[in-house]
């Protein structure tokens, strides 16, 4: 394998399921590298490994998160130790350590993607020891890095000041420039009737992303359907919370749906839902890949008043903003955009217009200088 133009991607994840992986794979191929990434599925169950270019790990959640990660640990290092490129990038913190060790090993460049706070990802939980754990590999790790890639503005001035770092740029998460075609009818393939406005969740499925409030503010919204495109290790207990709710009849989880067909499922849903809660500092930051995509496919959007998603929303007239805390706020602002199809049409092509600047190919420019 020749190293001269050899990027090697490392990422605790499934590529096919992430977009910032597979916009960075494509973008650096039309840049004439070669590309290798090391990346693991530990969502689907009986998943079975892809070896090749793109190789994909499957990884066993155990009780013990400590045999978890030694055995992504283990493969990583196994993989990192035969590799030869002449750039790493370290997708995520769990990958940081074994990249810089390796990449300083082989001479090579480190680019460290900080696409969340990760330090600061469990800020009102007692997880105390965990975010020791984070916060020491990032600070030891991240001084060793050729760049620092983050996804807002904020993240970016957070990084630079808490580790002293210049190296930093900010590359948002948007997706690649399209225009969504061969929506699916998904009224027809759900059976969800014509006169229910679909709302759509996007991502991962989890605490913390505002289901619970979106699921409280369906219930006092009959002519309503939710559809929810994500998975997570905590489906069974929103499943649970919409039977108690009486609102199951009316949320679909249709799953994680491949990254390249995504946007037009996207684009089948009225309205996009981004009610990040405000439980932590990574949180208050957030700036969400379903934001972008909610653009990208002409959905508008109802999202927390948070100050990087408030900027891009306020800036483009792309929807509308709210405290999502408060549950009033969050049905009077869903019930007001289905009872305005001319705001909402507006709201559409404003997205559509937003969509020229908000783009992947913009963003990855950014980078261009650095490679």
């Known amino acids: 394998m020749q190293k001269d133009k050899t990027a090697w991607i490392a990422f605790l994840g499934n590529p096919h399921l992430d ?199 369906l219930a006092e919204i009959p002519e309503a ?16 919370a919409a039977e108690e709710l009486g609102i199951s009849d009316r949320v679909y989880f249709y799953g994680m749906v491949n990254h390249n067909e995504l946007l037009n499922y996207t684009a089948a849903a009225d309205i996009g839902l981004a009610l990040i809660e405000n439980i932590s500092f990574n949180y208050y930051y957030a700036l969400p890949n379903r934001l972008f995509e909610y653009i990208m496919a002409g959905v508008p959007v109802i999202a927390s008043s948070l100050p990087q998603m408030k900027e891009i929303i306020d800036k483009y007239k792309t929807g509308v903003c709210i405290d999502a805390e408060k549950e009033e706020e969050v049905i009077s602002a869903i019930k007001s955009m289905i009872a305005s199809p001319f705001e909402l049409k507006s709201y559409k092509e404003n997205c559509f217009e937003a969509a020229k600047e908000l783009n992947w190919q913009i963003e990855f420019g950014k980078l261009s200088g650095y490679l």
């Open 225 to 240: 359907a939710l559809l929810i495109l994500g998975d997570g290790l905590q489906k069974n207990s929103f499943c649970s």
């Open 19 to 217: 977009s910032r992986v597979t916009n960075l794979t494509s973008s650096l191929e039309e840049k004439g590298y070669s590309i290798r990434v090391t990346s693991f599925d530990f969502q689907q169950k009986n998943f079975q490994p892809v070896k090749g270019s793109i190789s994909i790990f499957p990884l066993e959640r155990k009780k013990s998160s400590f045999l978890f990660y030694l055995n992504f640990a283990l493969i990583l290092c196994r993989e990192l130790r035969k590799s030869s490129a002449c750039i790493y990038f370290a997708e995520d913190i769990y990958t940081l350590p074994f990249v810089v060790f390796y990449a300083v090993l082989k001479k090579a460049k480190v680019i460290y993607n900080c696409r969340e706070l990760f330090s600061s990802l469990w800020g009102r939980q007692r997880r105390k020891f965990s975010l020791f754990i984070l916060k020491s590999v990032e600070r030891i790790f991240i001084r060793k890095c050729s760049l620092v890639l983050t996804a807002g503005e904020l993240d970016t001035h957070y990084i630079e000041k808490t580790y002293s770092l210049s190296n930093v740029i900010t590359l948002r998460n948007t997706p690649a420039y399209t225009i969504p075609a061969n929506i699916p009818n998904l009224r027809t393939a759900l059976n969800i009737p014509a006169g229910k406005t679909i709302l759509l969740y996007q991502g991962v499925v989890a605490s913390g992303s505002g289901i619970t409030k979106i699921f409280k503010a």
